[in-house]
């Protein structure tokens, strides 16, 4: 069964410090991989996905994330957050677009 | 623009009541689905469908009713066999070659 881990629940970054959020997942071929980005009281927002090709992949907000299939690893970061990227921030993995699994989630908060 | 558009965006429940929640599309998508969030708990899978007139139970099913009598909308009724009602409720449309595109959700209140 697929399974996404998110180990950090909770990460705080001062403003302008670069930011890595990890993500490990479970799944026997190649996975789908995706971030979202929720904001309090908000849905979620897709930040970038990977299906195949190129392991950096660049997102919206000036995130990227790149796939270690060795690692079975999928962080997200930014090299320089902003105060208004404080939100809670969601890994998940699919199989061909299906079956959807989400992460626990890591709640990041910006110290100005 | 398209999208996902979930009404209200709160709602306020007395005990023993049922509640139906709006989820309407013009994505086109095939597939679309209802989560609920919990603080703490991420998301967790309540009901699911991938063409008109069938549906899918998720992991938390129980307590809860869905149709879709059309592709543009799959509401979701809370029923009064929900016990803990209370949460924010998510509602998804979902395309294979892009992933999920989400509403803004509804946060239901028990009073």
């Known amino acids: 069964?697929?399974?996404?881990?998110?180990?950090?629940?909770?990460?705080?970054?001062?403003?302008?410090?670069?930011?890595?959020?990890?993500?490990?997942?479970?799944?026997?071929?190649?996975?789908?991989?995706?971030?979202?980005?929720?904001?309090?009281?908000?849905?979620?927002?897709?930040?970038?996905?990977?299906?195949?090709?190129?392991?950096?992949?660049q997102g919206i907000k000036g995130f990227e994330a790149e796939f270690k299939r060795s690692q079975s690893s999928f962080n997200l970061r930014k090299p320089s957050v902003h105060w208004s990227d404080a939100a809670e921030y969601f890994c998940a993995v699919s199989s061909y677009g299906q079956n959807f699994v989400f992460g626990p989630g890591t709640r990041l908060s910006v110290l100005p | 623009?398209?999208?996902?558009?979930?009404?209200?965006?709160?709602?306020?429940?007395?005990?023993?009541?049922?509640?139906?929640?709006?989820?309407?599309?013009?994505?086109?998508?095939?597939?679309?689905?209802?989560?609920?969030?919990?603080?703490?708990?991420?998301?967790?899978?309540?009901?699911?469908?991938?063409?008109?007139?069938?549906?899918?139970?998720?992991?938390?099913?129980?307590?809860?009713?869905v149709s879709r009598e059309k592709k543009e909308s799959f509401p979701l009724t809370v029923t009064s066999a929900q016990k803990n009602p209370t949460a924010f409720y998510l509602c998804a449309g979902m395309r294979r070659s892009y992933g999920y595109t989400f509403g803004s959700g509804t946060r239901l209140t028990v009073v």
């Open chain 1, 1 to 57: 069964a697929q399974s996404v881990t998110q180990p950090d629940i909770h990460i705080t970054v001062s403003e302008g410090a670069s930011l890595e959020l990890r993500c490990n997942y479970s799944y026997g071929a190649t996975p789908y991989l995706f971030w979202y980005v929720q904001s309090p009281g908000q849905g979620l927002q897709l930040l970038l996905k990977y299906f195949s090709g190129d392991t950096l992949v």
């Open chain 2, 1 to 65: 623009d398209g999208g996902i558009t979930q009404s209200p965006k709160y709602l306020f429940r007395k005990e023993g009541q049922n509640v139906t929640l709006s989820c309407e599309q013009n994505l086109n998508h095939d597939a679309m689905y209802w989560y609920r969030q919990d603080p703490g708990q991420g998301l967790r899978l309540i009901y699911y469908s991938q063409i008109v007139n069938d549906f899918q139970k998720g992991d938390i099913a129980e307590g809860y009713s």
